[in-house]
């Protein structure tokens, strides 16, 4: 149990369609993080969010659309998404941003497959 | 540049050995953080240790430690007495305080095979 939950942990979708990612996080952490881990390459952070306002958004295409209702809950809304975009999704919440010391931790990750 | 390289895609160890997972970093940021997770084939990234650059001390957390040498901008990550379900990929990370507070910076990872 880390803390951090996703859904689903696995989603199988078209090019057309819509869908949502869910991250929560049962930890009292104020900052949440999207990343993107592809096969052989880095994790890629997406976005991240400090106190339900986003802060960084690392050049992200617009057909991923984030949202930070309150602290605990992230959400990564998807459409229109091309075959590159097949990845393990990764959630991750941190006490803080700024703050050298504080590790993040992950969700178990949603596998995304486009067809 | 790169801001973390790990050089080493694949190592392999007999289990109840010590193994060391390299990892070298790049900042001016005279302010970082650096941090080892563990990513089990089941995908959850768990943290395992942390160094921070103020540190005098090398950190250890149980089986893990982290071998720290500033100078060469290096922060292997040794564990000992390996077990079977160590087997998993192992990344270091870097976050930058005063630079870029919000960044981690992660490396490409080690894939860690313990062979009994």
């Known amino acids: 149990e880390t803390g951090v939950t996703q859904t689903p942990r696995h989603l199988v979708m078209g090019m057309t369609n819509k869908k949502s990612l869910k991250c929560e996080q049962h930890l009292g952490h104020n900052a949440m993080y999207w990343y993107k881990q592809s096969a052989k390459k880095p994790l890629e952070l997406m976005f991240v969010y400090s106190l339900e306002e986003r802060v960084e958004n690392n050049s992200v295409p617009s057909r991923f659309s984030p949202e930070c209702p309150n602290s605990s809950h992230l959400f990564l809304h998807l459409h229109t998404l091309q075959p590159e975009d097949s990845a393990l999704y990764l959630c991750a919440s941190s006490q803080d941003i700024g703050t050298g010391n504080q590790p993040q931790h992950f969700g178990d990750g949603t596998r995304l497959s486009i067809l | 540049a790169q801001k973390i390289t790990q050089t080493q895609p694949g190592m392999f160890v007999q289990e109840k050995e010590a193994v060391t997972l390299d990892c070298t970093y790049d900042t001016s940021d005279p302010s970082y953080g650096l941090f080892w997770y563990k990513q089990p084939s089941s995908g959850e990234m768990i943290f395992l240790i942390y160094q921070g650059s103020y540190d005098q001390q090398n950190a250890t957390e149980g089986r893990y430690s982290l071998n720290f040498q500033k100078a060469r901008k290096s922060a292997n990550l040794v564990i000992s007495a390996s077990q079977l379900g160590d087997s998993a990929m192992y990344f270091c990370?870097?976050?930058?305080?005063?630079?870029?507070?919000?960044?981690?910076?992660f490396g490409t990872g080690t894939s860690l095979t313990v062979i009994p």
């Open positions: 990370a870097m976050r930058e305080v005063l630079v870029t507070g919000n960044q981690f910076y």
